[in-house]
């Protein structure tokens, strides 16, 4: 029974990922910061042009949230990578292999599709909220493999913010907790409920509202 049920909570999923990539499409214009990042920039057009519809489908129904924007800009350059501001492109580094290319253009969209969650929950920070729902995405579109790749690769990252630390955070959580927590910020936000954070093939599909979780 258990079996047949996740069997239809995925087709039903599986339905609304296809639903949402049949709809209107974000505009991404990726901008070369110079003739030099032309050729990266064609590299990220690709990207978009051949998994944009998946990528936008995924964030939207991992999040149960439609993504806020109609157009996007990127500039291409040999900066750290950024997700911009909401009157300002987001910046992409042009030296990326192809895999961290895509990993890092759904990154910093990411960012930028939360930015509609204006409250958000104690102590869990802007990429610890992101990565509730950031390898479930990449998994969602590129597998399980690419997804467990790149929160490798971002947990070797060194800057000022501890991004292993944060994935390990995040990492630590059980699907239950995440979904409790990613419900909670939904409801700080006056947002519906959502069931897609709990897709599992281990999990049951059948989820009550859960009341707590520790961050």
């Known amino acids: 029974m258990l079996r047949m049920s996740l069997l239809r909570h995925s087709v ?37 042009e051949q998994d944009g519809p998946r990528i936008v489908a995924a964030l ?19 900066d750290v990578s950024h997700s911009g501001g909401p009157e300002h492109p987001m910046g992409l580094r042009a030296s990326y292999d192809l895999d961290v290319k895509r990993a890092t253009l759904v990154h910093e969209l990411g960012h930028r599709h939360l930015w509609q969650l204006a409250e958000r929950l104690a102590d869990v920070d802007g990429h610890r909220t992101l990565y509730l729902i950031l390898d479930r995405v990449w998994a969602d579109v590129w597998g399980e493999e690419f997804a467990a790749a790149r929160v490798r690769g971002e947990a070797t990252w060194r800057a000022s913010y501890d991004y292993a630390a944060a994935w390990e955070w995040a990492r630590s959580l059980t699907i239950d907790e995440r979904g409790v927590l990613w419900n909670r910020l939904l409801a700080l936000n006056a947002k519906g409920y959502c069931y897609a954070v709990y897709l599992d093939p281990n999990a049951s599909a059948q989820r009550r509202p859960l009341t707590s979780a520790t961050p």
Do not use: N
């Open 12 to 48: 039903i999923v599986l339905a609304g990922l296809a639903a949402s990539a049949a709809g209107a499409q974000p505009a991404l214009d990726f901008v070369a910061s110079s003739a030099a990042h032309e050729h990266a920039a064609r590299a990220y057009r690709s990207i978009w």
């Open 60 to 78: 939207e129904a991992r999040t149960c949230m439609k993504f806020p924007e109609a157009s996007v800009a990127a500039i291409i350059h040999d």
